[in-house]
């Protein structure tokens, strides 16, 4: 498999791994914790990769013990800013941490070892699919460091249970989801046995994915997040917009030769007009 590097990444390492994307958090000596350079990087990692036509799927990830813990409590204790640099951005729902954020319509798997705390629950609640390790955890400390837990908790309530969510973000620091029980709750749909298979997992599963059609991928994970906001008659209806907007696409074509000739297809990375 060609790995290919990104340059220009102090917080995450960016990488294509044959048709895959990845973005790993890079900060393991901090728990891989975000601070304000790794904020700025996450943007422009998704929109790189976003960009390369040669990336079909994006997995993000974490080194080291932990997939991501939310903001740095350390810098923003000690370097006079504190939550004040998030206050333009935020009011302006100006954010760049996930593909949500910034409209990226390539498929998302977050792959979840060790904690998930905090902030860290954005690209679980912005992933398309979640997969965490067996030794994973999940939990919420916003209001035990005096901080309101609000976006990342309200993202999480399309994918399980409200009380679950509240149950989460209510107790705080005190409690943790296991792997085993975000699986039942519907945070992740694999848990990963054992945990040093993860990332393997996640390539597998992604590699998976990018043998489909890109334009249909694209234009199906906007179908089918724009639900999210709409009710089923207006969800409906703009899904048949993204279905009918596919026709007249090389693929069209090729995904019913391909299977006629009993062959894998050929996609174009012809994006949508």
Known sequence: MTVHSYDGFDTLVVERRG????????????RNAMNNGMRDELRKAWNVLDADPEVRVIVNGGQGRDFQTGADVVELATDGVGMERYRTSLEAWDLGFTAWHLGVWKPVIAAVNG??????????????????????????PHVSVGQVSAVETIGLMRKMPAE???RMALVGRYERLSAARAFELGMVSEVVDPPERLHEAAQELAEKI???SPAALAATKRALWGALERGLT??????????????GHPDQTE?????????????????LS
Do not use: M, T, Y
Request: with cysteine.
């Open 234 to 247: 207006d969800a409906c209806k703009a899904g048949v917009q993204e279905l009918v907007s596919v026709w």
């Open 210 to 212: 990018a043998l489909n």
């Open 115 to 140: 904690a998930c705390a905090g902030g860290g629950l954005h690209f679980v609640a912005d992933a398309d699919i979640v997969l965490a390790a067996s030794d994973a955890s999940f939990l919420d």
């Open 255 to 271: 995904g019913p030769l391909a299977f006629s000739e009993k062959r894998e297809p050929i996609w174009s990375v012809r994006g």
């Open 19 to 30: 048709r895959v994307g990845w973005i790993l958090f890079a900060r393991p000596e901090r």
């Open 164 to 166: 679950a969510v509240l």
